[in-house]
């Protein structure tokens, strides 16, 4: 089924007005809610239930590689700065234990079938170690070689050169993420990341001699000193590279929560007018080159299998972003790593202290988690269909979830009126759209339907929406 899903629209005084503070969505319930009281025996009780279904659903691995060679002043990712590669030692002794309990849980018929490689900075790891770490993954999980699989990782190319990128090919890697930000000399000074076109270049290069089948850029806006013609030959020169896929993300700035960012002279972020113009500049010029929005900050080339999945319906959303196996059960291994399981997230501890102590007593290093009652699998499932296909038909979710839509959102569809009033969304008389305006604002829409939001004072947690 081909899915007809309305390009974005920019009303810049639309956006201001709705410009708040409001979660991404990468769950549901968000992180916020997970609680302490939910630990390894819960998590284990999850993975039984799981492995029991009709029908199993495959893995997909997450894994954490905390550590980076030097700070980024904006980073808000869970991190350990430090030169001492020994470290990268203490700590995948520890990983392959975690590999080894948490693979003991699941039956070993259920095949891997998404992989990838977080940080931090994976590629703090060397060639050697990485191959030892996948001999790890794949003696305890069924890693599938099929040419439909995912198995991605982030990439500092200043810490890998073209030689690193190749040895990725043959361990199994068919996709690479690599952090740009901008490429303006004076604002990769203010924000401690250092790097030339030419090594961006030789590392994407590297990706596709190694076969990798897509390569995707991050960038930021709304970074000190940056501005909509300096950004504009950021993206010129990022066009230039011909990504895959393209990330461009809004800063966040909270240094009461990121200590990284109190490094930034707050003097020298844009103003709220710069950054919607810098947001404007990126997607103008983003769709403009042939790049698809595909939502919350993604675009694609038309051909990416991100861009066919939403046309075909079959988008989803994880921990990893927008995904073509949403469907899989998220296994996360390492320090801070947030698995969904069945009806259930869980957190590893993100200290690197509790993370091990768990291990060396032979425990899994589960913090915190929740368990999904039904009210939150029913607004999770809605919650991501808007976001990736914007659109719900109300007679097919509601036979999917038994429900009445009309009668179980009531509330829910008062609340979007004034949304309505403003093009947001269409409240129709069998669906809900996501309009053409209200893409870019699609995490607002998704708020209105959040049962947490409003219970206490949290959404300072939270980054602005544009």
């Not at 090919?169 to 303006?184: A, E, K, T, W, Y």
């Not at 719900?392 to 036979?399: L, N």
Request: net charge neutral; proline share 5%; hydrophobic share 40%.
């Amino acid at each position: 089924m081909n899915a007809v899903i309305a390009a974005p629209a920019f009303d810049p005084d639309l956006i201001a007005r709705y410009d708040t503070l409001g979660p991404r969505y990468t769950s549901y319930p968000t992180a916020p809610q997970f609680r302490p009281d939910f630990g390894e025996a819960e998590l284990r009780a999850h993975a039984r239930a799981s492995n029991e279904d009709p029908i199993p659903r495959p893995l997909s691995l997450y894994v954490h590689v905390p550590f980076c060679m030097s700070p980024c002043f904006y980073c808000g990712c869970t991190r350990i700065i430090t030169r001492d590669k020994s470290k990268a030692d203490v700590y995948l002794s520890r990983l392959y234990r975690e590999i080894e309990l948490t693979a003991a849980m699941f039956d070993r018929d259920r095949p891997t079938v998404q992989l990838h490689f977080g940080g931090g900075t994976p590629n703090f790891l060397d060639v050697g170690q990485m191959s030892e770490l996948m001999d790890s993954l794949g003696r305890h999980f069924s890693l599938t070689r099929a040419p439909t699989r995912e198995f991605g990782i982030e990439i500092d190319p200043r810490f890998a050169d073209a030689d690193y990128v190749r040895a990725l090919g043959p361990l199994g890697f068919n996709r690479m993420s690599l952090g740009v930000q901008d490429f303006d000399p004076a604002v990769q000074a203010a924000v401690n990341r250092v790097q030339s076109v030419e090594q961006t270049r030789a590392a994407i290069e590297a990706a596709r001699e190694a076969g990798f089948r897509s390569v995707n850029v991050d960038l930021i806006y709304g970074l000190p000193l940056q501005t909509v013609d300096s950004f504009s030959q950021t993206l010129e020169k990022v066009i230039a590279l011909r990504p895959d896929r393209i990330a461009a993300y809004s800063y966040a700035h909270m240094p009461e929560l990121f200590k990284a960012q109190r490094q930034i002279d707050a003097a020298q972020l844009p103003d709220a007018a710069t950054r919607l113009a810098l947001f404007a500049r990126t997607l103008q010029m983003l769709t403009a080159a042939g790049y698809v929005y595909i939502g919350m900050d993604h675009f694609a080339l038309p051909f990416d299998e991100l861009a066919r999945a939403q046309r075909e319906g079959a988008l989803q959303r994880n921990f990893q972003g927008y995904s073509t196996h949403g469907d899989c059960d998220i296994i996360a291994l390492g320090m801070s790593g947030i698995s969904r399981i069945g009806d259930s997230y869980s957190q590893n501890a993100k200290d690197l202290a509790g993370y091990y102590a768990a291990l060396d007593a032979g425990r899994l290093p589960v913090a915190r988690g929740i368990h999904l009652d039904e009210d939150d699998l029913i607004r999770r499932a809605l919650i991501t269909e808007l976001m990736c296909h914007g659109r719900i038909d109300y007679r097919s979710f509601g036979a999917a979830w038994r429900l009445d839509f009309p009668v179980y959102f009531a509330e829910e569809l008062l609340r979007l009126r004034q949304l309505a009033a403003d093009g947001l969304v269409e409240i129709r008389q069998d669906s809900l759209v996501v309009t053409s305006r209200g893409r870019l604002l699609v995490r607002i829409i998704a708020m209105c339907f959040d049962a947490y939001l409003g219970r206490q004072a949290q959404t300072a947690r939270y980054s602005r929406a544009i």
